[in-house]
């Protein structure tokens, strides 16, 4: 049977070769990480995004004993970013610092250069955060119901801003109208100091925001805040109620954060990055500057954020298309 002695020898030659490369692997992921993270950022610094990505990697660093260095890699709603990570090495030395946009690029994006579910891998939920609707301080309403009713006796004749068309905030609004039965006119600005702009300044009349961009205005009274669109309340603003009990009980959106690796990566690498995030996060530190920027912790196994990521794909994929929203 020289066939079966050929391809006999043949396994064992591959075997052989196979076993040090296997071994070495194994010896990489026991030994990580052996030198610094690269922590793939899809904003500018300075952002919101940005400003709770650092924290969360000072506090890695620290727990690692190796730099996890933020690289910052803005454009075309986090898809360079996460097109550059999903080509990355799968080793663990290089992280996507990814947000709720990924969830939404699916279904906003007809040709993508990469595909979530196939091409990454769940490290953690990290942080979110809550979105605030959020009125002109001159519009004569001043809750969640009074807002409804009003909207519903000028309809169409609202405008609310958005930091970008397809953008969380965008949406947010959208799902909020839809769910209402309540039409108004959308205007996409580039970026949420804009459109808040706007919004005080009364060319607008309502949207709604991430809590950390919109606390200065709420604060000094230029910005009625109506709810949060969180499940709780947020400790920043401690007075105004979510949406769920203002008048739509179970309504939840926020601009959620997470981190992502290249698929393959070792198991026993990412559950070393996890459980560096998990540290990171019960971190009194890292707790009080996330609050202070309107953030709030979560956390999650890796295989409790691959299903959150699921849910949440299919989720908006709906909402999309319900929008007519496209971005290519």
């Known amino acids: 049977m020289p066939n079966r002695r050929t391809w006999l020898a043949a396994s064992l030659a591959t075997l052989a070769t196979l076993g040090p490369w296997t071994a070495g692997a194994a010896q990489a ?67 996507l610092y990814n947000t709720s946009s990924i969830a939404l690029s699916p279904a906003l994006y007809r040709k993508l250069a990469y595909d979530v579910r196939r091409d990454f891998a769940p490290v953690a939920l990290t942080a979110v955060v809550p979105l605030v609707l959020e009125v002109n301080a001159q519009l004569p309403v001043n809750n969640v119901k009074e807002f409804i009713q009003y909207a519903k006796a000028h309809p169409g004749k609202l405008t609310y801003s958005s930091a970008g068309n397809g953008n969380v905030t965008h949406l947010a609004a959208f799902l909020f109208l839809q769910a209402n039965g309540l039409s108004a006119v959308h205007a996409p600005y580039k970026g949420s100091a804009p459109a808040l702009n706007d919004l005080v300044g009364g060319q607008v009349q309502f949207m709604t925001d991430t809590i950390n961009s919109s606390l200065p205005f709420i604060r000094d009274k230029r910005l009625k805040a109506l709810a949060v669109t969180s499940s709780a309340r947020s400790s920043q603003l401690p007075e105004v109620p979510t949406v769920g009990e203002a008048a739509m009980p179970g309504f939840e959106v926020g601009a959620w954060q997470g981190m992502l690796v290249p698929a393959h990566t070792p198991a026993e690498v990412v559950q070393r990055l996890n459980a560096a995030v998990m540290k990171a996060l019960a971190s009194p530190e890292l707790r009080a500057s996330l609050a202070a920027q309107g953030a709030e912790p979560l956390g999650s196994t890796p295989e409790a954020y691959g299903k959150y990521l699921s849910r949440e794909i299919e989720r908006w994929h709906k909402v999309v298309k319900d929008s007519g929203v496209t971005l290519d």
Request: proline fraction near 10%; aromatic fraction near 6%; charged fraction near 15%.
């Open 29 to 95: 992921a026991s030994d990580f990480p052996a030198h610094p993270i690269r922590l793939v950022v899809p904003f500018p610094a300075g952002g919101p995004t940005d400003l709770v990505s650092r924290v969360i990697a000072k506090q890695m660093s620290e727990s690692f004993g190796q730099q996890v260095m933020v690289d910052n890699r803005p454009g075309a709603n986090g898809n360079i970013a996460a097109e550059m990570v999903a080509k990355a090495p799968a080793d663990g030395y290089t992280v």
